[in-house]
């Protein structure tokens, strides 16, 4: 099921988006090509271990070069964007 948030929000955004993540098996960050530098993807991922939820990235520009976001860690790869390796993935195989 897709909880993302797909209305405006207001101030008061980090609750929605941390009771959104509670209700999640597990978390995608889809990066491109300037989701580095976008501080509310930083904010959703810090949620996101706070919570202690499965989380993965996919690459959401096949042919550029994407960047995670501040926070995530060391040893997250971005996974390119293929319906196999979502499958895959969101099975927990990472």
Known sequence: MDVSIKEAVDSNWKTIA???SKK???VIFIC???TDQASG????MTITQE???EYFL???RPDEIVKKPKGFLSNDNIY???WENLRFLIKGKK
């Not at 993807?41 to 959703?44: G, I, K, R, T």
């Open 41 to 44: 993807v930083s904010a959703e």
């Open 24 to 26: 999640s098996d597990v």
């Open 32 to 34: 491109g090509t300037h």
């Open 18 to 20: 941390r009771g959104k």
């Open 51 to 53: 919570e202690e939820k």
């Open 58 to 60: 996919l690459k959401g």
């Open 80 to 82: 390119k964007w293929t």
